[in-house]
Each structure stands twice: as structure tokens, then as C-alpha cells.
């Protein structure tokens, strides 16, 4: 059956057409053609024929001019629009002409580096044998054994940047002949560099630059992103560089229904509505009926079991509904992965992993059970549904959170707004002493050298704050690492221990590891007497070892899941900044953030209800940061409470 069939079906049925609160079509796009570029190698135009290419699309064509007169560029088009192409074509052109020419790609996650180095031994088939660039995958999963190969005999490197991290730049008297000839370095997913990790990120390819240049090289930079409303700002504090904007999107789209669903409401005194994961669950179960590949994202980790569990309930084969989100092996991953790219798997429950330019294969339909949180994760997860032809739906199934609700009453709002900024701070105090630490181990210091767009002056004020703790000496004008601590290996990039816990179930055959979890996730995920699921199977946690990082586990069948109950203290430390906002007054400073799990309830499947709780011993985890906050004046407490729109009051 087809989309538009399911489509006049929902129309019809009332109980899904009267929650429609918006409906949008946003129409087909032609492609936008350009042909092949007269410079281009004459082996990557045959191979382009024979692939069925007749011509690039105008992205691509632009992406190339740029890279082919030596400039840095940004790609930001959508999902499934070509970029892959579009940064393969000049870096192979480059490669294939220059035998000594290295490239290096970096990917967010190993799944995207996978992807890459199938595209591109795919590629290698179609060319001469004299001709093939050999391309390896460089990360935390590659084998000892076949690391010194990989340094020495590939010349494109696939990696991410928590390898280049700890893993090259801090040994990269192994690399010196890649770096020397390094000629290209691409950064695909450019929007998922935001915030903390995005400026670690900076100061990693701050270390990179600084290492090529001490060999010699000088690569070119292309980046490549989803929409977001600061693309050049972005890349410039990246890369520091000036990188050229690449945003005309020549590729085709059919056309794609844009749905915004608001669940019945059950109780019309109390504004209670009828649950997100229900009513997400029977949307998506419609959509298998009419036979409609389907992605159903979740944003929790245990929101997406919980919906995987339903959905295979009422599935007519339940091996084709499969779940993906972090914590799986990257083997039952690359299984998912695989299905749905043959069509085997008919619908996956996800979490925003699966936003990311992973190769699916085109989704005919994609339902959000709530809004991500933001406009640009909104359009990465619909735009996860469509192909070149076709019709392709995604449908925003709101939740009572009042965010939600907002944008169920106000769409226009959120269809005229544009993505956010993505914000990156890398010359934040704490993120650069740390990586100034690392390039230090890995290159002395010259006195007054300066670090990216850090000056030669406050270089040297962190360097000498290492010297007093004996972690750098100076001589001959040079700062020299002096520490036995390998900096690299206590930073990490994404969280705020670089350590996972990792998952052994007890089976018939013995001890096996299903998945992991960050350490910072342990004591709400995995914490004693938990029931934790893992791609529709439950299991009770029996231990939680933190000093092993390691949790055990059982399977069971029990006729609930636990939620984990959490007690949080926020102490003001030092307020930094004040002013005042339309009925509140707003403030910034820093804060003492204290978190415990004290212990859990069981929920019943289907019925939610609270059928007892339990209690938990852990330790408190502690941090200090910065905050913004927001204090609502008196007077707008008293004009909420007489809409009857408060409800803080004390019983």
C-alpha cells in the first residue's frame, strides 16, 4: 500500500484526522543538474558512468570549484542529498594524482566511519587497480594487530575525533609520513559540534593543524552539515579559517507531509491528554499495516524500549520492528543498519542516533513521539523520511509537556522559525588548558608560540601554571612535557568520564556482553534491582561495580519496567550577571549541581501504573558549572493563578 492511501485513511478516521492540528505539504524539487568538470580525473568519470551517474548536481559542482582553487568549504544541504559525493570527488581527484597524497575523514561516530569505508571500497571496484586509493577504518574497534599496516599502507584514514585524540595526534611519530602529506581533511556532521564536545573539538583540530604544520603540510578543510543558522560561524571557530558556504541544494526531493499530531484529550479539567508513546505507537502500528517503512523516534533511552516492546506486541512478524540506540554492540547495529537497508526491517524505534547521515536507505515515513527539543533536530528526524520520488510523511506527535503544547497551539511559530545556532566555546578556560596539556606532550612549546587563535601571551600564562605544577620545564627558551600522565587518556571529549560500564548477561552458555552505558548513566540505568531493556528483552540488574565499570544482569519476564527516582540540589555559588525579562527576572552564575538515586518504581506494561517502589543505595555524584535561570515576578504568579494556569502551590 502507498502513503497516500494511508494518508486518506487518516483524513477519514476521526480519531486520527480530529488530532491533526496542522497539516503541511511542502512540495516536490526538481534536480538541479550541472555536468562532470573537464578537470576532473579521467578514471573518476568513467567510474562515475559506470555507476549511473550523468551528472553532478549543482552542490556538488560548487562543492568541487572551491576545493579544486584551494579553498576551505562548508556543505550544508539535506539529508540524502549527495554530500558524500561531493567531498569524494575532489579528495580522490587529489589522491589519485598525487601517489604520496593522504586524506583524513572525520565522522561523530563509528557507524557514519562504517558507512564511509563501504562507499569507498565500493568506489575502488570501478577503478583501475593502479589507480585505487586504499581507505581504512582508524578507530577504538581496529585490532592492534592491524594498526602498524593501517599507519603505514593507507593513505585515506576514516576516523572520529575521540581517536584522533588519544589515539594519533598523542603518537604521531608513528604517522609522520601521513602527516607530511596530508592534502585533505573532512569533517562530515559538522551541527553535532556544538557546546562542550564541539569545543574540545576546536582544540583537538587545533592540535592537528599545529602537528601538519610541524611536518610541513597545510590540508584543506571540507565540512559538511544539516541546516543550522550559523554555518560559517561555526566552521571559522572549528577550523579558524575562511571557509566558503556551499548551501544551494540542486538535489531532487518528492514531495513530504508535514503533520503535527495532538493526542485526545482524557481528562478536559485536569488538560490531561492521552500518552505520547501510545498514541506515537499507534501511528507507527498503521503504518506497518499499509506495509510503509517506518522510523519512530524516541528521545530516552528507555522511552524507545518501552515503544519497541508495544509495537512488536501487534506486529504480524515482530523480527522485522527493531530498536537502535547507543549501548548496542556495533555488530547488532550494523545488522539493523543492513535490514533496513534491504527492507527487511520494516520499522525501527530509535533514538537521535539514528539522525545522523547513516545509511538507511530512503524511509517512507518517519513519527517523532514528542518535539526533540529543538527546530534543527526537529528537521534532521523528519527529514530522515523521503526519497528523491515519492511521497514521504513525518508526523510530530506532541507530548503535555507545555513546550509541546505551545507548538501544537502555535505551528506557524515553529514552520517560520529557523534552525538554532550552534554554539562552540573553545577558548573556555578549563577545555584549553587541558588541551594545551595535550600538545604540549606532543610538541614542545616554543616560547610566545600561540595555539590556533590563542596568542603567544596567554599561551604562555597556561604554560606557566603547568610549569609550577611540574608538569612542563622550560629550557632554551622551549616548554618540554615532564609528567609521566598521559593527558590525552583522562580527557574526554563527549562526557565527563571517559569510562563506559560495561553489560554481562548470565545465559545457559555462560557470561555474554550485550551492550554498555556511559559511567554518568549507570546509577539511573543500570542500578541495582533495575530492570533494564535492551532491544525488547528484559533483565534485572543483580550488581553495579563502578570500580570495574561493569554491571551484571539476568533475563527475566516481569510484567514491568522500574524508573529510576532521582533527588537533585542546585546551591548558587556566585551570581555573575542579573537583569530583567517580561514578568521575571534573569540571572547567571555559578552553581554547585549535587544528583543521587535513592531508588525506583515499577510501572506496569500498558496500564502505567505504580504497582511499588524500592530503594537504592549510591553515592551522590557532584559537579560545579555555570547556569542561566529565570524567577517569575510575583504579580505573574498572581495573573497565572487566576487563569488557573498555576499549579506550584503548596496543598
Known sequence: MSVSKLLSHWRAEPTIGGNIVEWRTIPEREAQFVPFPEELHPSLCAALKERGYTALYSHQSATWEHARVGEDVVLVTGTASGKTLAYN????????????????????????SQDQKNELDTWMTFMPKDERVLAATYDGDTTKSARPRIRQ???????????????????????????????????????????????????????????????????????????????????NKLIEGRVFLVEDDGAPRGQKHFLLYNPPILNEELGIRRSVVQESVRLADDLLAYNIQTVLFGRPRRTVEVMLNYLRETAEDPEQVRGYRSGYLPRQRREIESGLRSGEVRAVVATPALELGIDIGGMDAAVLAGYPGTISGTWQQAGRAGRTTGIALATLVTSANPLDQFL????????????????????HLLILLAHIRCAAFELPFHAGEGFGGVPGAEVEEYLQLLEESREVHKSGGKYFWMSDEYPAQAISLRSASPHSVVLHVETEDGWKVIGEVDSASADWM???????????QSFVVDELDMTQYTAYLRPTDVDYYTEPRRESQVTLVETLGQGEAKGAAIGYGELFITNQVTGYQKIEWHTHQRLGTGAVDLPQTEFQTTGYWLSLKDETVEELRKHRLWNNDPN
Do not use: C
Open 89 to 112: 570527488l575532489p579528495v580522490l581527484d587529489r589522491l589519485i594524482r598525487l601517489p604520496e597524497g593522504r586524506a583524513l575523514y572525520l565522522f561523530p561516530t563509528k557507524a557514519l
Open 153 to 235: 599502507k593507507a593513505r585515506l584514514i576514516i576516523s572520529n575525533p575521540d581517536m584522533l585524540h588519544a589515539g594519533i595526534l598523542p603518537h604521531h611519530t608513528k604517522w609522520a609520513e601521513f602527516f607530511a602529506n596530508l592534502q585533505y581533511v573532512v569533517i562530515d556532521e559538522m551541527h553535532i559540534y556544538r557546546g562542550v564536545f564541539g569545543s574540545h573539538v576546536a582544540n583537538v583540530l587545533r592540535r592537528l593543524k599545529r602537528i601538519t604544520q610541524f611536518y610541513g603540510a597545510s590540508p584543506q578543510f571540507i565540512l559538511t552539515s544539516a541546516t543550522i543558522a550559523n554555518p560559517i560561524e561555526l566552521a
Open 408 to 427: 501544537a497551539h502555535h505551528p506557524d511559530f515553529f514552520f517560520a522559525s529557523s534552525p538554532e545556532q550552534a554554539l562552540i566555546n573553545p577558548h
Open 526 to 536: 543500570v542500578h541495582p534491582e533495575a530492570v533494564y531493556m535492551h532491544e525488547g
